[in-house]
């Protein structure tokens, strides 16, 4: 098996790992492939290490996690901003409500797509700033304090946010099972 | 909400998004990530970042940077030219910029900080207020 084999290999070996690391993190696929590519651009520079290193897969999702929490930083300041102006300042739930309704709009051509399609899609729905300590907890099982620390943010937002994340989850669930 | 329902929620969340079904890749992924690693390959190994070329190479880089540093710093005896040119510089020096040069850099370091009180006045006007409002 030639070299350019066993990296093919490599990377239909873990592809849809990265590729879902990526895409729960952006919430959008071709941004999530751009990441995952660059995932494996890195790996490459690094393919004598890595191939039949059992180690492997932690490297790419390590890294697949940072490149795409790079790219999210590269915007996420702008995005706070804008997105804050489009919040109730009162509530806070406008958000929520939104997302609801754009939910609603997206499930009800799509009746025969099944619950868990729709959760997905609801993550990817959610803003950055509640995605991603979601993603974070519950996907990549980091705590409360690490998340903190790996976005730069206090660890009251970063509870607050995963809560808000929640419950909007809990909301399309709910609307689901109302179905 | 009381802590018992935040951890019911949490429960309930979670149980949900464990079975979600990892999302697979695009099709087209695989072929974008071969024709770039093809493309990486045929690219001379001296384009890619210093730390991707080979070890040699890396060592006989550092060599030369040490040997022109060391030429530079002992140069033992400059062309004619290169002497004129360092006297003028020299003068120049002397005459128009050492004697402003405490004014110049008060001035920068001014310019410095007000940058860095603009950026933080910036940061807290735009970020961290809509921050505290969530």
Known sequence: MTNAES?????????DMVFATAVRLLGNPADAEDAAQTVFLRAFERYAQLAGNPAAGGWLKTTARNVSLNHLSRYRARWRFFSEMDADRETGERYEDGLESQVS?????????DRRHRLEQAIHRLPDAQRVPLVLFHFEELGYDEIARVLGVSLAKVKTDIH???????RVLTDDDAR | ?????????????AAELRQLPLPRAPETLLPRVMQAVEAAGERAWYAGPWLTWPVAAQLASIAIVAVLA?????????PPSVVAAMSTARVLWEALIQPLLPYLVAVMVLMGLACVVFGAALNYVLLERVEQRR
């Open chain 1, 164 to 170: 808000r994340a929640r419950q909007a989850l809990r």
């Open chain 2, 1 to 13: 909400m009381t802590p018992d329902n935040e951890s019911e929620l949490e429960r309930i969340v």
């Open chain 1, 105 to 113: 709009r997206a499930i009800e051509p799509l009746d025969d797509l």
């Open chain 2, 70 to 78: 060391y030429a530079g710093w002992r140069v033992p005896h400059a």
């Open chain 1, 7 to 15: 990296f093919e290999a490599f990377v239909r070996r873990y592809q």
